[in-house]
């Protein structure tokens, strides 16, 4: 089966899965002020996390870390045994042969579907259809 189709979010699919169905907006059991605190505290966190990047001469050590730390733990969701500390030992060692190559191998290729996917977005402001199997390829190369 297909998972992303032109049908998925057709009126016939919508009507016979009602949880895709829109309910009434605004929301009535959500305290917006509350959320709202929420967004400006993390609005703040994230503008000062952009200014310590700006601030670093080559932020791409940090973020690389970051990305690596991110890939590992969602490929973790899809049961491969690697650590953070294997990926990045792997990476340095020019591709030394490791047991747990596959594992690996599928965090490396997790990671480069995501820097992809941000340098992508940011190309063109788009997250399309064709953009997600391009992921997609990446993820299973």
Do not use: C, W
């Not at 990305?67 to 030992?89: A, D, L, M, P």
């Not at 990476?91 to 992508?120: G, H, P």
């Amino acid at each position: 089966m297909n998972i992303i189709s032109s049908d998925l979010f057709s009126n016939a699919y919508i009507m016979q899965h009602p949880d895709f169905r829109v309910k009434d907006l605004p929301l009535k059991n959500i305290d917006y002020n509350e959320l709202n605190q929420l967004i400006i505290s993390a609005n703040r966190e994230l503008a000062r996390y952009d200014g310590l990047i700006q601030s670093i001469s080559n932020p791409e050590i940090l973020l690389s870390s970051l990305t690596t730390s991110e890939s590992v733990s969602s490929s973790r969701i899809e049961g491969t045994q690697t650590t953070f500390s294997e990926v990045v030992k792997y990476e340095i060692s020019l591709k030394e042969s490791n047991k747990k190559y596959a594992d690996i191998q599928e965090v490396i290729n997790y990671k480069k579907a995501l820097l992809y996917a941000v340098e992508k977005i940011q190309e063109d402001n788009h997250l399309t259809l064709n953009l997600i199997k391009e992921i997609h390829a990446i993820l299973l190369d």
